[in-house]
């Protein structure tokens, strides 16, 4: 295991309901990240959390809202989702100031749109 | 604008031989070019890294080649074995920078 876990690993949801996705990583890393992994597609970067603080935001719809509340913890909420909006969920961890950036990933949540 | 351009998007190869996946980027600033498996039910893991000062690096069976001038570089997995078949991404990323940008991932079957 990498030191990143992520629950639920799998989730199904109707357009109307809240959810959330709960990341916790082990490795005493101080910078998390969100990604949306779809079929045939890079990996879209969505959020990422340094010490704490949200230092990006790629464009990501209002209907994903993260929450980071310390540097172990990553939250992805989720509601009003769309169908296209069904794919696999990453999380990644990393050091800060490192020379490069070397991401641990965890196992993903597969999030099914109803 | 996609930065990393992967190929093959699927690749069989038989036991024994040498599977090879490319990618080729555009941002000369980019100092890191790291490669990560996925195998089914998981997520991604760092296989193995190249900075560009070095036009190879190898750790086991699993090796980087790194063409500066052309911005590409590729991975070599020789002896494949069928505990290789997995998803291959390339990535890159520059020094400071939050962002890894991936490519869009070689599925590799090794046959028996």
């Known amino acids: 295991e990498t030191g990143v876990t992520q629950t639920p690993r799998h989730l199904v949801m109707g357009m109307t309901n809240k959810k959330s996705l709960k990341c916790e990583q082990h490795?005493?890393?101080?910078?998390m990240y969100w990604y949306k992994q779809s079929a045939k597609k890079p990996l879209e970067l969505m959020f990422v959390?340094?010490?704490?603080?949200?230092?990006e935001n790629n464009s990501v719809p209002s209907r994903f809202s993260p929450e980071c509340p310390n540097s172990s913890h990553l939250f992805l909420h989720l509601h009003t989702l769309q169908p296209e909006d069904s794919a696999l969920y990453l999380c990644?961890?990393?050091?800060?100031?490192?020379?490069?950036?070397?991401?641990?990933f965890g196992p993903g949540t597969r999030l099914t749109v109803l | 604008q996609q930065q990393v351009k992967q190929s093959p998007q699927s690749l069989i190869v038989q036991k024994g031989g040498i599977s090879i996946i490319n990618c080729a980027y555009e941002?000369?600033?980019?100092?890191?070019f790291p490669w990560y498996q996925q195998f089914p039910g998981k997520g991604p893991a760092l296989l193995i890294a190249?900075?560009?000062?070095?036009s190879e690096k190898k750790e086991g069976r699993f090796t980087i080649s790194f063409n500066k001038s052309a911005k590409q570089f590729s991975l070599h997995i020789m002896d494949s074995q069928p505990g290789d078949s997995a998803t291959y991404f390339c990535?890159?990323?520059?020094?400071?920078?939050?962002?890894?940008?991936f490519g869009t991932g070689t599925r590799l079957t090794v046959i028996p």
């Open positions: 941002n000369t600033a980019f100092d890191y």
């Open positions: 990644a961890s990393s050091r800060v100031w490192e020379s490069y950036n070397e991401q641990f």
């Open positions: 490795l005493g890393h101080n910078a």
């Open positions: 190249i900075r560009p000062d070095v």
């Open positions: 959390y340094s010490l704490e603080e949200r230092v």
């Open positions: 990535a890159a990323s520059m020094t400071g920078a939050n962002n890894l940008f």
